[in-house]
């Protein structure tokens, strides 16, 4: 296979105002050849956006060299076109003329460049909507014309950045199986694919290899081959085996980031709670429950007349309790989500409080440091802190009210709002009553 694209000991340093220098990206060696398709995962802020506009030569890396084809990379590469996560569209102009904006520096006549366009806006499925202005589309038909600027100019690599990432799951899905159609049948020149994401099931079902960077500063810490036959099957051990390993390498990172201090079990691994409260969650198992069958995600949000997107909370919080499973946007109870949409108040609690405990490590925690005081009290604050060092102080309050919210429904522990204190209550106290 031939080499396309080389980098060598790349670094790249900002100037930052109050501090000193920052290290986003730290000698990164990578090498891509034709005919990969190659997704580059890592935690948010890693760096991976940099690392894809310094391939693209809109970034001066601080020292290394990239070179595509074997020629260093000084300018705008030549080589590789880019999707963005965000469109990028121009509002006043057409879906044609944004697909044709692709080919401005070609040197082609006006007609070529038009037939060129229409014959893309052709194949990424957006015939009939030449005239359209992005204002009118719904976000998967912007993203196809993001797609569509950058196939245009037939690109030799094709980056991208997050492209899936702001569109609902089943959007999503149909636009990465109909670009997954297109490299793999070879119905565009593309050589190679580079792309960026935080989704490492996303990275498993499309690319050949996942290139993952840890972070302050991004090194590579993994390059994993991806050889499952397409079209892959999310269900399948093989898959699920590959997004686990993946995942514990991401978190490892995690774990591991830069502070010379040693984290705590504590913060190791924190995934952050979507904000539902438990009795929009209840709410929502029963209903799953009472419909039966599994539901289309879509028709489900639309029956409801909920956005999908304030649907996935409750999806995400069910799943994560392991109440329910998602797959190809279908949602369907597990059989614990089944006995617990069944039973009485009491029962419920219970079996929140075991799901919570077993599956969300927080919880067990919490109820530990509990347990562990002779007064099994301690002030909120103590906890907001620990998950201040995950999740940032924005985010932390919100974290925490959920954490209680859900604690106190499960009956995991007690909070006293005057006070600001989680406490367990005393079961001999409760029975002296
Ligand atoms: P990712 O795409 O992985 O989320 P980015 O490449 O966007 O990460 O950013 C990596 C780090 O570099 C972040 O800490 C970000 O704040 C910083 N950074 C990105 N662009 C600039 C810039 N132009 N000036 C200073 N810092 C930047
Ligand atoms: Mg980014």
Redesign the pocket.
Known sequence: MSVLLELNEVSKR???PEEQK?T?LQDIDLSISEGEFVAIL??????????L?IIAGL?KSTSGTVSYLGQPVVSANPGVSMVFQSFALFPWLTVLQNVELGLRYKDLSPADKRSRALDVIDMIGLDGFEGAYPRELSGGMRQRVGLGRALVMEPDILLM??PFSALDVLTAENLRRDLLELWLEKKIPTKSIIM?THGIEEAVYMADRAVV?S?DP?TVIADIKITLPHWRERKDEAFTKLVDRIYSILTYSRANEATSVQKSEAQKKYTPLPHVPSGALTGFLELLDDLEIKSDLYKLADELMFELDDLLPLVEAAQMLGFANVSHGDISLTDVGKDFAATNVLERKEMFQTQLRSRIPIFGRIRWVLESKRNRRMPREFFLEVIRKSVGSEAAEGQLDTIIDWGRYSELFAYDESSRTLYLEDEDELQAE
């Open positions: 900002y100037d930052a920052v986003v890592g935690p948010s802020g890693s760096g991976k956006s940099t690392l506009r970034v950045d997050e960026v960077l972070r991004a």
